[in-house]
């Protein structure tokens, strides 16, 4: 039963361009959602967070949307960049349950010269 | 400033055989955690601590052992291992409280193959 879904395994942008990372989740409990993203042999860093109080929440190029009535979250990272190839994570938590995170399978981002 | 330290970094097992894996964090975290990371799969919580002393289980909690004797360390124990608990481990903690009580950082894993 994945409460968390990244529907999507993989995704292939060109340098400059925008490139959007989709997360559903099912659990109407969560509260707080957050994007780690992952380079091979590393552990996952943390990218950006948003609370169930905001629809939306931005840092630099990166910016995070939630629609609480689709439980629908989205990473847009403009212009994209080399060095934004990674796999990301989204995640999501109850913060009244122990703050333990579930995460989706994950979205590897190829960004292209 | 090393933040969360796994060791070791990659381990071969025997099936049957038993080993530990130690997590430390320099950052002061009440809380701490042990996710695997399979393919195909997001990161599974396996055991988790609040705090020194306290443990407790998460997700996949099966033939998996923690303890937590000192606040900078958490400890996983496989006391038998299986082809199954090949995996990459990853730990993970956060402060208990304030602005950032939400964020988990994660050490960089242990790659684990049971043969």
């Known amino acids: 039963d994945q409460q968390v879904k990244q529907n999507s395994p993989s995704l292939s942008v060109q340098e400059g361009r925008i490139s959007i990372l989709n997360c559903d989740y099912t659990?109407?409990?969560?509260?707080?959602f957050l994007w780690y993203k992952k380079y091979p042999a590393e552990g996952p860093t943390f990218l950006i967070s948003?609370?169930?109080?905001?629809d939306k929440n931005e840092d630099g190029r990166f910016t995070v949307f939630l629609n609480k009535s689709a439980k629908h979250l989205s990473l847009h990272i403009v212009p994209s960049q080399p060095g934004d190839s990674a796999v990301y994570f989204c995640?999501?938590?109850?913060?009244?349950?122990?703050?333990?995170?579930?995460f989706g399978t994950g979205t590897q981002l190829k960004v292209e010269l | 400033n090393a933040g969360v330290t796994q060791t070791p970094k990659f381990r071969v097992l025997k099936t049957g055989q038993s080993m530990t894996l130690l997590c430390a964090q320099d950052?002061?975290?009440?809380?701490m955690y042990w996710y695997r990371q399979d393919p195909g799969m997001g990161l599974r919580l396996i055991h988790y601590?609040?705090?020194?002393?306290?443990?407790a289980k998460g997700e996949v909690p099966d033939g998996y052992n923690v303890s937590r004797l000192k606040k900078q360390n958490f400890l996983l124990g496989l006391e038998s291992a299986a082809p199954s608990q090949t995996s990459v481990y990853f730990c993970?903690?956060?402060?208990?409280?304030?602005?950032?009580?939400?964020?988990?950082?994660f050490g960089a894993g242990t790659r684990l193959s049971v043969l």
């Open positions: 993970a903690s956060r402060e208990h409280s304030g602005p950032s009580r939400n964020i988990q950082y």
């Open positions: 659990n109407s409990m969560f509260d707080y």
């Open positions: 948003i609370s169930s109080i905001k």
């Open positions: 995640a999501a938590l109850f913060t009244g349950g122990g703050n333990k995170l579930t």
């Open positions: 950052m002061n975290h009440e809380y």
């Open positions: 601590s609040v705090g020194e002393g306290t443990t």
